[in-house]
């Protein structure tokens, strides 16, 4: 069965560094997401992306996040200056359609020191 | 502005019991409804969806959800519960309107005696 793919699974990061999250959608997705979740919080939606453009963006999703699809399969997340309060789970998401179910990848586990 | 609710936080049944999470949320028209559960470590499994139709949904792992349209809820079941249904239980609801995002619960952690 297709699956959403995510690397790396655990990043330990320092304050002020970049990272970037990469996922690996379903391959014939067009919709595209990224969530987060604080430990013990709530899932809550980062951006969605959509044609090689975001389509909708969170007020999370400030001038330090940006997102890309660099190639044909792979989706990622850049933060271009951690902070401590960064620390999360992030999950990627695809869909094949605007009302169709959203399938979740694993996880990255962000951790800023 | 769309909300969704999981008013238990945690809840214990024991092995073989049955089980109901409840989910309500807060939209003018009717959303599309899932539930999601999450395994310690790991990422989002969806268990069903409602989008139309039949009110009452089945699901992966013997799971099912009932649509009330009245009460604005979207309750999660199961006759029998496992050991291995411990995990946290997510409801959400979207995309609705423009939007493309899911709003989820803040999730219920169910917990089952042997």
């Known amino acids: 069965e297709p699956e959403v793919t995510q690397t790396p699974s655990h990043q330990v990061t320092q304050m002020g560094q970049e990272v970037i999250l990469r996922c690996v959608p379903i391959?014939?997705?067009?919709?595209f997401y990224w969530y987060r979740q604080i430990l013990g919080q709530k899932v809550e939606f980062l951006v969605s992306f959509y044609n090689n453009e975001i389509s909708e963006k969170s007020e999370i999703f400030d001038d330090q996040f940006s997102v890309e699809r660099p190639d044909g399969s792979n989706f990622t997340l850049k933060i271009r200056s951690t902070k401590l309060e960064d620390s999360a789970m992030y999950f990627c998401a695809s869909s094949d359609g605007l009302a169709g179910e959203q399938y979740f990848g694993p996880g990255t586990r962000l951790t800023v020191t | 502005a769309q909300s969704v609710t999981q008013p238990d936080i945690h809840i214990t049944v024991s092995e073989g019991a049955s089980l109901e999470l409840r989910c309500n949320y807060s939209?003018?028209?009717?959303?599309?409804l899932f539930w999601y559960v999450q395994s310690p470590g790991q990422g989002l499994q969806l268990l069903l969806k409602y989008f139309s139709g039949d009110t009452l949904v089945q699901g992966i792992k013997g799971f099912e959800a009932e649509f009330k349209r009245s009460q604005s809820s979207f309750n999660l079941r199961k006759p029998s519960v496992h050991w291995s249904d411990a995990a946290e239980y997510f409801c959400?609801?979207?995309?609705?309107?423009?939007?493309?995002?899911?709003?989820f619960g803040s999730g219920t952690r169910l917990l089952v005696r042997p």
């Open positions: 391959s014939n997705h067009l919709y």
């Open positions: 959400a609801v979207g995309p609705m309107d423009s939007s493309y995002k899911l709003i």
């Open positions: 939209y003018g028209a009717t959303p599309y």
